[in-house]
């Protein structure tokens, strides 16, 4: 599986934006995915991940009710939909895919990452 992440860019405080994570390969459906972001000068944090079928999501506190994370297996394709944008979501948004198909918070628990997307609110 490869990972592309798209949708990023410069936005103001209180907008929205959705990111894309197109995935390649036969086993996608299979994987759990996440978001993970990481500001300048900070350590990877987790945003949000989503189980297989899509049943199951969680977020990070500071993202709660804010943002939504879906997947479509058809389309090989998760979405990471940010509302109510603040300065502090600022950073590098990346998608990964968790092998073993974990529910994992935690950066190192996932083996496939995509580049990464800049994501910049003004506020």
């Known amino acids: 599986v490869q990972l592309q992440a798209s949708g990023g860019g410069l936005v103001q405080a209180g907008d929205s934006l959705r990111l894309s994570c197109a995935a390649s390969g036969r086993t996608f459906s299979s994987y759990s995915m996440g978001w993970f972001r990481q500001a300048p000068g900070a350590e990877r944090e987790f945003v949000a991940i989503?189980?297989?079928?899509?049943?199951?999501?969680y977020y990070t506190d500071a993202v709660k009710g804010r943002f939504t994370i879906s997947r479509d297996n058809a389309k090989n394709t998760v979405w990471l939909q940010m509302n109510s944008l603040k300065p502090e979501d600022t950073a590098v948004y990346y998608c990964?895919?968790?092998?073993?198909?974990?529910?994992?918070?935690?950066?190192?628990?996932?083996?496939?990452w995509g580049q990464g997307t800049q994501v910049t609110v003004s506020s």
């Open positions: 989503i189980n297989w079928s899509g049943g199951s999501t």
């Open positions: 990964a895919a968790d092998s073993r198909s974990a529910l994992s918070r935690w950066p190192s628990h996932y083996d496939i």
